[in-house]
């Protein structure tokens, strides 16, 4: 009798973990497609229950894995947006890869904070440093995760802004998340290991949410909407 208990237990525990995982891939691509945010709790406690298997149903179903950190990413930004905008510059940091970097980049690692930027001009972190310095964020290259943990621990800031490719992103937002630092994400446009590529407008906007009113302060002409998917979080 206990046996035939803890079967039916389990068999059920199966069906509501498989249901949760459908209907997060379904409620995600909805989300995807049209920006529609529906129960993102429950989709986020899915994701970070179920990611590896979530990827594979994914794959199954040939939309493709990256969907998985595509719809963690989004709800993150969804959830935090507001309180994000509530937190001052000067307790915020702005975290980018590496391989955001020209190939041609003499700039040095440095153990403890990451890459020193020399502001050589030959790829976008020396604006968005320029920028990060003007808003008074911390602003650190990193080359891993690792790093992005030991500055967190170090620093202490109340929010980050991070960079990175869909997978490290979704990530590094959930890790950064159980260290009670609020976080937003932007991930790259093109990844890879070298010379990546981000929309440097959305980064921009992104960065100034509650400082200014928008992109459109330092540059006219450009939307004042967030740039994640277009939407308004």
Known sequence: ?????VGKISIAAFIVAFGLIIMTLILGHILIKKNRFLFPKVLLFTVDTFYLQLKRIAQLFGMGS????QIGIEIRNHLNYKKFMKIKGKDRILVVPQCLRSVKCSARLDSSVGVACKGCGMCVIKELKAEADRLGYGFYIVPGGTFVDRIVKAIRPKAALGVACYRDLNMGMHELSKAECLVLGVPLIKDGCVETQIDIKELLTTMRLGIEKGIEDVQ???SPELGLKDAQH
Not at 1 to 5: A, G
Not at 66 to 69: A, M, R
């Open 220 to 222: 006219k002409g450009c």
């Open 1 to 5: 009798m206990f046996y035939e208990i």
């Open 66 to 69: 990256s969907i998985v950190d």
